[in-house]
């Protein structure tokens, strides 16, 4: 700190004029100068570096990214080759310099069809973990027209603006992963005379976004803050995700697959389909005939489908990755100084469940809960240090809970 009398070497301030006065070897600087500098650094740095830190050779290439999501996310090998490449198509076309041929890469924005708990929000949030990107989650179930009960659709860069901790640079390079998007399919069968505020015109709400467009953003929120001053968005370069179950889509699927229903070439092509699958037929004319419209699919060029979990993938979900749901709960345990261990037939009792309850991965972890909750409350209390869970246990434990009896039910 400086003492009294002394000059700030930048403004020529006194020590006696500044809130604060930091010295130096030879010269001392005050605090509204140290202010000053960090904005000018801020405005000059973007011309000195890349457009998100990093440089070509810096940018993880396709078979980097799917090996990190392998860490962490079980299967989906066709959905994580999609993401890769269109990530790694998007980051080099922000890296992309100005060129004298014209040649303007345009980003393509990606829509994953799955059944729920199949990996869809885990696959966006680990590619954002990879990349130190500004990631953000909206539910587009709650987004309703302007004007309307609910979100508008500006919330959606309002929360990536949260996220880029109100960096409005670092927001614009981000990714946005809409989760339920099949929930704002147009409903014109809907035999109700009030209008579709959460349906067709979410869509054209989203239409802007998409594209890329400057958006006036309310940083918290539209219409608690009325008198707040908007935020300008660029959304050109934000990369936009968007999942969904599509519940009922396999029977536009199954239509469009049995056109033909007359002759031998017909009974031929119908065997070689996969019934069991049949997500993996999915075209955009699907997409179009469940309800979403045709400018918002031509705004989603990427289409990948996730493949329903298996036993085997269940099993592998539960252990494998990185962050699997059992090294969770044992590392819950080790922090009250608890070794927890299992027996392999807890496992496949955990999958037969799963299966049972037909919610995907999110199963494993309900069913996980059922069997450990007694335990993680009474243990913590006691002197003991081990835990072993036999299968017996794990049954015992589970036809106790409240989730036998919903699963019963």
Do not use: W
Not at 58 to 81: H, M, S, W
Not at 196 to 205: H, L, N, P, R, Y
């Amino acid at each position: 700190m400086a003492k009294s009398g002394e000059t700030c070497t930048f403004c020529g301030r006194s020590s006696r004029d500044v809130n604060i006065l930091i010295n130096g070897i030879s010269g001392a600087i005050c605090d509204d100068c140290v202010q000053q500098a960090y904005e000018i650094v801020q405005e000059q740095m973007p011309a000195h570096r890349s457009s998100f830190g990093l440089n070509q050779k810096e940018l993880p290439k396709p078979e980097d990214i799917k090996a990190f999501l392998d860490q962490y996310v079980i299967g989906q090998d066709d959905a994580k080759r999609y993401l890769s490449v269109s990530v790694y198509n998007h980051y080099k076309r922000l890296l992309q310099k100005v060129t004298t041929d014209d040649v303007e890469i345009e980003k393509s924005n990606i829509i994953m069809v799955g059944a729920t708990g199949t990996g869809k929000t885990l696959l966006a949030r680990t590619i954002a973990k990879l990349l130190k990107v500004p990631f953000s989650i909206v539910d587009a179930t709650v987004l309703t027209e302007a004007g309307y009960v609910g979100e508008d659709i500006e919330s959606i860069l309002t929360r990536l603006l949260q996220a880029a901790d109100y960096d409005v640079g670092a927001a614009q390079r981000g990714i946005v992963f809409i989760d339920e998007i099949d929930k704002i399919a147009r409903k014109s069968d809907n035999p109700s005379i009030t209008r579709d505020v959460s349906g067709e015109g979410v869509q054209q709400g989203l239409l802007k976004l998409l594209e890329g467009s400057i958006v006036n953003v309310p940083p918290q929120g539209g219409r608690k803050h009325p008198e707040q001053k908007m935020i300008a968005v660029d959304t050109k370069n934000i990369l936009f995700i968007c999942g969904g179950a599509f519940d009922g889509i396999e029977k536009k699927i199954a239509q469009r697959l049995n056109t033909r229903v007359v002759g031998y070439a017909a009974s031929k092509e119908s065997t070689l389909v996969d019934r069991n699958n049949l997500l993996q037929y999915i075209t955009p004319t699907d997409l179009k005939s469940f309800g979403l419209i045709p400018e918002i699919i031509g705004r989603l060029p990427i289409l990948t489908y996730l493949n329903p979990l298996d036993r085997p993938t269940l099993r592998s979900i539960l252990t494998e990755p990185r962050n699997s749901i059992i090294k969770q709960y044992v590392k819950l345990f080790e922090m009250d100084g608890i070794k927890l261990t299992f027996d392999e037939g807890v496992f496949e009792f955990i999958v037969d469940k799963a299966l049972e309850f037909k919610l995907g991965a999110r199963g494993l972890r309900s069913i996980v809960e059922a069997i450990m909750m007694e335990a993680m409350y009474s243990m913590p209390s006691q002197n003991k240090k081990t835990l072993h869970v036999t299968p017996a246990y794990a049954q015992d434990k589970f036809d106790k809970s409240d989730r036998n009896r919903l699963l019963i039910a």
